[in-house]
Each structure stands twice: as structure tokens, then as C-alpha cells.
């Protein structure tokens, strides 16, 4: 004779990355099975209906308001329930925002959103450029997305195709170069009398 303790089976699930997520993520669900024995059988449920089985399972376009647990059968012989199920799951799904909008005035480019906003151009994210407004220091192509509260993104704006408008040359024999500069620039003049001169900026 070799008796044998009675077990208890249990099943837990976990997703990955969260139970909250944006519109369009899949959702990767693992089974942490306790007493299962060496051939423990686990079968997935999608809103009460079987979607899957084994060890793991994978929810492809969740729905807000989807439900998922898991059911395990035991292969211990000395279970007193041979046949469990998890917590259920419930799936919250937030829709995407919907793509900001650029307009330009002036020398500086706006988006449509005051906050979560990512400025772009087309090598790439611009490190710090998180303002609604965005001033380029040189000609190209940008665009911005927006991240709502709930860590969504939207999908990029139009592309806008900006130039940086120089001021004009005159005909004296004075100089302001480099033209455009939103940094230094240098003021060459022939001559300078004793009295000196005056230099105004204006934007």
C-alpha cells in the first residue's frame, strides 16, 4: 500500500502587455498551472466559447468588454477536482485618437493637440520635441503624433514640407550672413565711423 495526499488544482492566467490596451493590440495570455500533473489539459475561453488550447494563448484583435479564463483537467490521480477554472479576465480596449493637425504660421509649425504630442521629421523622432509647437531650424519634412492619457497613439499627421524664409539681400555693401540663422550671425560692414553703429534685430 501507498497512499497518496489529496491535491488541490488551481489555474491562474496573466496577460501581456495589460487587460487595458489600444485599439488594435494583441494580447499574449499565460497559464500558471498548480497540481496539473504531467499531462494537465487547458482549454481557453473567449467570451464562454472554446478559442484555444495548452499553456499559452494569443488574443489577436481584442473587443472592448471581451472576457477570457481558462480551464484545466488535472492528470493527478488524487485531485479532489480534477477540473478547474480561472478568474475570468476582463478586456478593456480604448479606441485610437484620431491624427492631429498641422498648421504653420510663420516661422513655427502647431499642432492641433495641446499636450502629448511627438514632433517628427523624416530620419526620425526629434529627442525633446514634445510642445504643441514645433519651430525647425532647417528646411524638411515634418510631422507630429499624438499620445492620448491612456498611452494611445494616434496615427501620424500630413507630412508638412516647411522653408525657412530668409530676409531679403539688400543693395548696400554691408553683410548678414548666414542667411537664414535662428542662431549666431555675423554683421560685416566697410566701414565703421568713430561714433560706431547701431544693429536692431527684429523678428
Given at each position: 500500500?501507498?497512499?497518496?495526499?489529496?491535491?488541490?488544482?488551481?489555474?491562474?492566467?496573466?496577460?501581456?502587455?495589460?487587460?487595458?490596451?489600444?485599439?488594435?493590440?494583441?494580447?499574449?495570455?499565460?497559464?500558471?498551472?498548480?497540481?496539473?500533473?504531467?499531462?494537465?489539459?487547458?482549454?481557453?475561453?473567449?467570451?464562454?466559447v472554446v478559442d484555444g488550447s495548452?499553456?499559452?494563448?494569443?488574443?489577436?484583435?481584442?473587443?472592448?468588454?471581451?472576457?477570457?479564463?481558462?480551464?484545466?483537467?488535472?492528470?493527478?490521480?488524487?485531485?479532489?477536482?480534477?477540473?478547474?477554472?480561472?478568474?475570468?479576465?476582463?478586456?478593456?480596449?480604448?479606441?485610437?485618437?484620431?491624427?492631429?493637425?498641422?498648421?504653420?504660421?510663420?516661422?513655427?509649425?502647431?499642432?492641433?493637440?495641446?499636450?502629448?504630442?511627438?514632433?517628427?521629421?523624416?530620419?526620425?523622432?526629434?529627442?525633446?520635441?514634445?510642445?504643441?509647437?514645433?519651430?525647425?531650424?532647417?528646411?524638411?519634412?515634418?510631422?507630429?503624433?499624438?499620445?492620448?492619457?491612456?498611452?494611445?497613439?494616434?496615427?501620424?499627421?500630413?507630412?508638412?514640407?516647411?522653408?525657412?524664409?530668409?530676409?531679403?539681400?539688400?543693395?548696400?555693401?554691408?553683410?548678414?550672413?548666414?542667411?537664414?540663422?535662428?542662431?549666431?550671425?555675423?554683421?560685416?560692414?566697410p566701414y565703421v565711423s568713430e561714433s560706431g553703429v547701431d544693429v536692431?534685430?527684429?523678428?
Open positions: 500500500m501507498n497512499p497518496q495526499s489529496s491535491l488541490t488544482s488551481q489555474i491562474k492566467i496573466s496577460a501581456l502587455p495589460d487587460t487595458a490596451v489600444c485599439d488594435g493590440t494583441i494580447i499574449d495570455f499565460t497559464a500558471n498551472a498548480v497540481n496539473g500533473g504531467s499531462s494537465p489539459v487547458i482549454t481557453w475561453y473567449l467570451n464562454t495548452g499553456s499559452s494563448y494569443q488574443l489577436v484583435s481584442p473587443v472592448d468588454g471581451d472576457q477570457v479564463y481558462a480551464e484545466l483537467t488535472s492528470s493527478e490521480t488524487c485531485v479532489t477536482v480534477a477540473t478547474v477554472i480561472s478568474p475570468t479576465l476582463n478586456i478593456t480596449v480604448y479606441p485610437l485618437p484620431a491624427a492631429p493637425v498641422i498648421t504653420q504660421s510663420g516661422d513655427t509649425l502647431f499642432s492641433s493637440y495641446s499636450t502629448g504630442n511627438q514632433w517628427y521629421d523624416l530620419v526620425g523622432l526629434l529627442t525633446g520635441e514634445t510642445e504643441y509647437y514645433y519651430t525647425p531650424a532647417v528646411n524638411g519634412d515634418y510631422y507630429v503624433v499624438y499620445t492620448d492619457s491612456n498611452g494611445c497613439s494616434s496615427a501620424p499627421s500630413d507630412t508638412v514640407n516647411f522653408v525657412i524664409s530668409g530676409i531679403d539681400e539688400n543693395g548696400n555693401s554691408w553683410k548678414i550672413y548666414p542667411n537664414p540663422s535662428n542662431d549666431v550671425f555675423h554683421v560685416s560692414l536692431v534685430l527684429t523678428n
